[in-house]
């Protein structure tokens, strides 16, 4: 007779853009806990920025060189199981690519062979970082959910500060305690579920933790027009502080930089994901594609074909 967790457990994949992670062991340490079973899927190297890319059609051979935090040697496969000591490779893996590339090795490949089928659930993150508003358009860990949306998947994204990363040991406090809050998100979808799929389809999340982990409040946000970040062009990156904390500012070159947003949000952005992470764990709905969903661009579209068909 199972145990009440293991009539509870989900199949869930585990991607990101950070490549092996604190966070992601955490996280699959909290889920197998749960009775969950668990394949993690990520990037050889950190891949923050990359969105949606992929590298149609080329093959992936060897490493050129070694993965991030040990997760493979330079020479090996470049696909395959994380080999870093501790690490088990039974559910780990590693791809030489981008993030939604990792997503892919994790449904079409790891899924397959494990369960013969896609995962109940997939989990993106938790990111070393928040990605909120206007940058959740670059990000790869926005990005793996919303690949995961379009087939159908349930998914969630999941960010939290950057002061979570732990390189040396894998073991940051603080990626401990976003697994946990992650771990309960997962069993309040399944309040809801019963035996049906965790999420409406084609309907995801992304769920931002805030710095301070203290409080464990959960607020509903939308993504909103307010932007913790701006992302410009800069002709001379040294002029960015932020560019300057991590090293890509020390000569005066050109490039895209990052800076914080010190505007105060206006009245109508109170309910922004970019503002209310200042005090909570927000949780926004996010939708794959380009299409419109409240009849938009219908009118938009009668419009111009009546105007293209009268010629004007």
Known sequence: MATPALAQARNIVIANDDGLTSNVVALYKALKAEGHDVIVSVPCSGQSGMGGAVRFMRPIGPLAQDCHNA????????????????????????????????????????????????PDLVLSGPNEGQNLGQISVSSGTVNVVQYASARGIPAVALSAGADTADDENLANPKSARVAALTAQLVDALQAGADDKPLLPAHVSLNVNFPDDLSRDAWAP??????????VRFAEDMSQSPLARATGAGNQELPGVVIDMNNAEPDSSQED?????????????????????????????????AERLSSGN
């Open 71 to 118: 997760a493979a040697k330079k020479g090996d496969p470049g696909v395959g199981p994380i080999s870093r000591e501790g690490i088990p490779a039974r559910d780990f893996n590693y791809v030489d690519g981008t993030p939604v590339m990792a997503l892919l090795y994790g449904l079409d490949i790891a899924a397959q062979k494990r369960w013969g089928k896609a």
């Open 221 to 230: 946000t939308e993504v909103g027009t307010y932007n913790a970040y701006t």
């Open 272 to 304: 922004d994901e970019s503002v209310v992470v200042r005090n909570a764990i927000t949780i926004s709905v996010m939708q794959p594609g380009f299409g419109t969903h409240d009849g938009l661009g219908g009118g938009i579209l009668h419009q111009l």
